[in-house]
């Protein structure tokens, strides 16, 4: 325990209440009884009941340097009391110092930036300027994917549980993830399958589409799909056939970005593959409302059309922003994400043994992931273990999410500035809420 104490009296009841009758129930939040958070520092948060938990999950893995973190925090107190809005129609240093900051550690020649407040709106101005400079409008992305919430996002989104309407946008596609634990051309999948998920990419475009794609879009890592790593060479095949049509690859780092895989500073980079279009948000400001598209010069310059992002490049979100990578870059994120992901993935390698229902462990760096199966060998998902284990971990203080098509995936993303204690913590925590669904 580290003394966390609540700041207000907070009426658990009340709000509960209130978000039933004031709120749209169509974003439920988790667990049978849900939490209600009033505050956190670091890696943990507390909530109106006085209760402390470990956050492994990080809002999603957005508060990428913990909750709090006294450098933001003093940043954004700084800004708010100089300059706390001014639209797209002025310049503002922050705006600029932060496009710098982003074309500093980009991959490649990456280095023209469109900010907007999320990553939905990120991934909107992608894939619009990649027609924009294409003169094309079909848009290829991968199944099992998540792309926000907006028309054309859950369009692209290809898990049904995210699409609330019938598709109505034409011209996107969507084509095979490259899901190694269930790959449906060998397993284990290895190399050999590459060309095989290569041969579907390109099969779709040469019979679903005019043959004249505008771009490619995948995530480097599925975040909502499960965690799903691509086995090595994917994306330099994808980009290869994408290219070879005429198209763009649009990089999604919503997730993987700013040191969270390890190692890298961008999920991508693990595979050498320069993106022509890469779209961030969550850790790019610890928790403040940022999106970002990246692009190179030609293509930025092929949107001719006026346009406004009201709050995009706003001064306060900017200077949380500036203050993050202040952070990220001394505290070297991307190494840290290394070490301690190894500490973690060693951890949960050793709950998997314990289990026959865990079926595979993954992911990279501080991005891990539990896949939860009935039987191993069959792999029928199971969605009754996934909830049982978010319940379990709730009642162990820890806070996980859940993903993949069938809800059977946990997934885990703490902050990258965790200690090597929290990760043992976190780690032991998790041990006793697996002994607690072991024995149900």
Not at 17 to 27: D, K, Q, S, V
Not at 254 to 267: D, E, L, N, P, S
Not at 294 to 304: M, N, V
Request: glycine fraction near 12%; hydrophobic fraction near 40%.
């Amino acid at each position: 325990m580290t003394g966390l104490k609540a700041s207000t009296a907070t009426d658990t009841a009340a709000v509960k209440a209130g978000f039933r009758e004031y709120l749209f129930p169509c974003a439920p939040p988790y667990y049978a009884d849900p939490l209600v958070l009033v505050e956190g520092h670091g890696a943990r948060v507390i909530d109106s009941e006085g209760d402390e938990f470990l956050d492994f999950f990080s809002g999603i893995l957005t508060t990428a340097l913990g909750h709090c973190h006294p450098e933001v925090v003093e940043r954004v107190r700084e800004q708010l009391g100089t300059l706390g809005h001014i639209s797209t129609l002025y310049l503002g240093e922050n705006q600029v110092e932060m496009a710098k900051r982003l074309a500093a550690i980009a991959p490649g020649k990456l280095s023209r930036s469109f900010f907007t407040n999320s990553g939905t709106e990120a991934v909107e101005t992608a894939v619009m300027v990649a027609c924009m400079y294409t003169g094309r409008s079909e848009v290829i992305a991968l199944r099992h994917g998540y792309s926000g919430r907006s028309m054309l996002a859950t369009n692209l989104t290809a898990h049904a549980a995210w699409r609330p309407l019938p598709s109505s946008i034409p011209g996107i596609k969507h084509v095979m993830a490259p899901y190694p634990y269930r790959c449906p051309f060998k397993s284990p999948c290895d190399e050999s399958c590459i060309d095989k998920f290569g041969d579907d990419l390109e099969d779709a475009i040469q019979t679903t589409t005019s043959g004249k794609p505008a771009a490619f879009m995948a995530e480097t890592i599925q975040g909502v799909g499960g965690y799903v790593v691509p086995p090595p060479g994917y994306f330099q095949r994808a980009a290869e056939i994408i290219h070879s049509y005429g198209g763009l690859f649009i990089c999604d780092e919503v997730q993987a970005g700013f040191g969270r895989t390890g190692g890298k500073w961008f999920g991508i980079e693990h595979w050498d593959v320069e993106p022509d279009i890469m779209v961030m948000a969550k850790a790019i400001a610890n928790g403040f409302p940022l999106g970002a598209t990246i692009t190179r010069d030609e293509i930025a310059e092929a949107w001719t059309a006026k346009t406004i992002s009201t709050f995009g490049g706003n001064p306060v979100a900017m200077a949380a922003g500036i203050a993050t990578n202040d952070v990220m870059v001394r505290e070297d994120t991307p190494g840290r994400s290394a070490v301690r992901g190894e500490q973690f993935r060693r951890g949960l390698e050793a709950l998997q043994q314990e289990h026959a229902w865990i079926g595979e462990v993954r992911g990279m760096g501080l991005m891990q992931a539990l896949e939860l199966v009935e039987d191993p060998q069959t792999k029928e998902p199971s969605t009754k273990k996934g909830k049982l284990l978010l319940e379990a971990t709730k009642e162990e203080g820890l806070l996980l999410g859940v993903g993949g098509l069938h809800g059977n995936v946990i997934r885990m993303g703490p902050s990258m500035l965790i200690s090597e204690d929290e990760i043992a913590e976190g780690l032991e925590r998790l041990g006793r809420a697996c002994a607690r669904v072991a024995a149900a």
